[in-house]
């Protein structure tokens, strides 16, 4: 499945790709994401816990940046996650790309996700909301922590964002568009 997303953030192209290649820092703006450890520069274990209707599932995932091209501004993620309680797993390739647009920045991401188990039922238009959702929370919590830098000069402290109603909150929204 393949989902593609695009959002605006409020910094120059220097700056939000200097927030966005520093995944430790932005784990945190991934609704339901924790990170738990950084193998190396460019590995990172990360639990994720997401609920779709009425399963609850926890994955831990190995992030990797197999590319990485500055001249570009553009990375290529690779996740292995597996759900704790064996009910499945997820590959997703996860390539981002950061443009200049207006007085701010373009970012582009672009997944290819395989699902497997349990997940795999709920199909694209669940995972594909889910997805939207997760971007859109992601790209307001990357905002916040462009702007607070920008007016403070320091590097902004990130609040977790909550992903356990992420479902119910995409399908409230779904229901709003239509109506």
Same mark, same amino acid.
């Given at each position: 499945?393949?989902?593609?997303?695009?959002?605006?953030?409020?910094?120059?192209?220097?700056?939000?790709?200097?927030?966005?290649t520093?995944?430790?820092?932005?784990?945190?703006?991934?609704?339901?994401?924790?990170?738990?450890?950084?193998?190396?520069?460019?590995?990172?274990?990360?639990?994720?816990?997401?609920?779709?209707?009425?399963i609850s599932?926890?994955?831990?995932?190995?992030?990797?940046?197999?590319?990485?091209?500055e001249?570009?501004?553009?990375?290529?993620?690779?996740?292995?996650?597996?759900?704790?309680r064996?009910?499945?797993?997820?590959?997703?390739?996860?390539?981002s790309?950061?443009?200049?647009?207006?007085?701010?920045?373009?970012?582009?991401?672009?997944?290819?996700?395989?699902?497997?188990?349990?997940? !795999?039922?709920? /199909? *694209? =238009?669940v995972?594909?909301?889910?997805?939207?959702? $997760?971007t859109?929370q #992601?790209? +307001?919590c990357?905002?916040?922590?462009?702007?607070?830098? !920008?007016?403070? /000069? *320091? =590097?902004?402290?990130?609040?977790?964002?909550?992903? $356990?109603?992420?479902? #119910?909150? +995409?399908?409230?929204?779904?229901?709003?568009?239509?109506?």
């Amino acid at each position: 499945m393949r989902i593609e997303n695009v959002f605006d953030v409020p910094a120059a192209p220097d700056r939000a790709w200097a927030l966005l290649t520093d995944v430790p820092r932005v784990v945190p703006c991934m609704p339901g994401a924790e990170l738990e450890r950084t193998v190396d520069e460019s590995t990172w274990e990360v639990l994720q816990r997401v609920k779709l209707g009425p399963i609850s599932l926890q994955f831990r995932s190995e992030v990797t940046r197999t590319e990485l091209s500055e001249t570009d501004r553009r990375a290529v993620l690779s996740v292995n996650a597996k759900e704790v309680r064996g009910r499945g797993g997820a590959h997703a390739t996860i390539e981002s790309s950061l443009v200049p647009a207006g007085d701010g920045t373009r970012v582009t991401v672009v997944t290819e996700l395989a699902l497997r188990g349990a997940v !795999a039922q709920y /199909g *694209r =238009p669940v995972v594909g909301s889910v997805a939207e959702e $997760l971007t859109r929370q #992601f790209a +307001t919590c990357l905002a916040s922590m462009l702007e607070t830098e !920008a007016s403070s /000069g *320091r =590097p902004a402290d990130v609040k977790p964002v909550g992903g $356990l109603r992420l479902l #119910f909150g +995409t399908l409230w929204r779904r229901l709003f568009r239509r109506g």
